[in-house]
């Protein structure tokens, strides 16, 4: 199966990458403004939007699913753009088949394992009763209950669907993302380094890369660069969009 993706723009390929819970739709605005220079394409990755459902959820996996979307696009060589777990899929894409990526880019991730993250969320969502939801206004109360962070709720609603008139569903897999939870957040170990060129990009008020994280980013990406977005946390193409959008473009211009 073919992972749900959006083409748009001429020039070339840039594959965007969105993070848990996330779609493709979340870069749409994003995507408009590169597609004046590249041939953009956005994916929604399995068991996320408009993609398959598969009780998989592995990097390798993953992987594959993007090896597959770029051969039936006939793309042999992409820059590569990964927010989150979007970015861990960037990163074991890289170092699994370096030949496909042309420059790579990770939006605020790093190579550790991140335990503890999301447990909240998940048991949250999972506690949502759809079968008694009779708006998405029940659901945002409910999820206002124990996730404080206005942001985090309205992206996650974006996940809620009508499944007829009176009921709803999510989206996304969750039941396969919980099982598998403990895989998504694992860190890379990989035998090799990646030894072309990536650009790294945190928020200044996010804590996923730290400075005490970048030797270890370093020994399996030699050649990367780091970059700090300031006044901006984990969401930080969201919350700079210009500087983000900035940023992006003079790294692909002027790689390391």
């Given amino acids: 199966m073919i992972l749900h993706h959006k083409i748009q723009g001429q020039g070339d390929p840039l594959i965007i990458l969105h993070g848990l819970f996330g779609t493709s739709d979340n870069w749409a605005t994003l995507a408009r403004r590169w597609a004046e220079r590249f041939t953009v394409i956005t994916v929604d990755l399995r068991n996320h939007g408009r993609s398959f459902h598969d009780p998989v959820m592995s990097y390798p996996a993953m992987v594959e699913d993007l090896v597959r979307l770029m051969e039936s696009e006939w793309i042999h060589k992409a820059h590569i753009l990964g927010h989150s777990m979007g970015g861990k899929v960037a990163m074991h894409l890289a170092l699994s088949h370096p030949d496909l990526v042309d420059h790579l880019l990770i939006a605020d991730i790093g190579t550790k394992d991140y335990p503890g993250g999301h447990e909240n969320i998940i048991d949250t969502l999972n506690a949502l009763p759809l079968d008694q939801l009779t708006s998405r206004a029940d659901a945002e109360t409910f999820l206002r209950r124990t996730i404080p962070q206005d942001g985090v709720v309205q992206f996650l609603l974006k996940n809620l669907a ?13 039941p396969a ?56 946390g984990h969401w930080l193409h969201s919350e700079q969009p210009d500087v983000f959008y900035d940023l992006v473009n003079r790294q692909l211009n002027d790689p390391p």
């Fill in 162 to 174: 009508r499944d007829g008139q009176h009921s709803f569903r999510w989206k996304m897999n969750l």
């Fill in 177 to 232: 993302i919980t099982e598998q939870y403990d895989q998504i957040v694992s860190g890379l170990h990989p035998d090799h380094a990646y030894d072309q060129p990536a650009t790294f990009l945190r928020g200044g008020r996010s804590a996923y890369i730290l400075d005490e994280d970048w030797p270890g980013i370093l020994d399996i990406f030699p050649q990367a660069r780091l970059i700090t977005v300031p006044d901006a």
